[in-house]
């Protein structure tokens, strides 16, 4: 996508080598959210130039060895300013940390706001797996990486993506465990590179 900011990160998970491509481009016609299909040309220009990132997940893997599950936390100073979960919309009232999950799932968020008054917003989104797939309430980081954007002056700047190591999954421990108290989340990134 032209005005793009890329980022490739590679993992190996079981002796299998894989990787994360990750996208954050800026929504310069309002049309690469969708929105303009699902909601018409008005709202459509209401997200124009708010960033839309997507993370495509490549693993040679077969079957269930190939189940991931992407979490994120995002923190916004029109807010709280502290990290928050966030779940897709209509997983909300569903006890799963995971925003998207499947085999070889793509992430994809395209936030946005219904006003360009000042403001910071800072996304770490993760990778993970369950070690048996889909069995146990259980999750292990693979990889992360943070990306978001700032308003200054009704101008939207973009933080471009970059990898996060296995501290920043720990600092968001407390918070998953206390959001998903069924759930076992461990420490550190699994199989790290």
């Not at 299998?16 to 008005?42: C, E, I, K, P, Q």
């Amino acid at each position: 996508m032209a005005g793009a900011d890329a980022l490739h990160i590679e993992f190996s998970l079981r002796s299998v080598v894989g990787a994360v491509d990750v996208s954050v481009s800026r929504n310069t016609d309002g049309t690469l959210s969708g929105y303009a299909l699902l909601f018409g040309a008005d709202v459509a220009e209401s997200v124009r130039d708010f960033p839309v990132c997507s993370a495509s997940v490549s693993y040679p893997a077969p079957g269930y060895a190939a189940m991931f599950g992407w979490t994120q936390m995002v923190r916004s100073s029109d807010a709280s300013g502290d990290f928050a979960t966030d779940p897709i919309a209509i997983y909300r009232d569903v006890a799963t940390p995971f925003a998207w999950y499947g085999l070889r799932p793509t992430l994809f968020d395209a936030p946005s706001r219904d006003t360009r008054d000042d403001m910071d917003w800072e996304c770490h989104s993760f990778l993970c797996i369950s070690p048996d797939a889909v069995i146990t309430a259980r999750v292990q980081a693979i990889v992360g990486f943070s990306w978001g954007f700032k308003i200054s002056g009704s101008q939207i700047v973009f933080a471009a993506p970059a990898r996060l190591g296995p501290a920043a999954w720990d600092s968001h421990l407390d918070l998953l465990r206390s959001s998903y108290p069924a759930w076992i989340f461990d420490a550190g990134y699994r199989d790290p590179a």
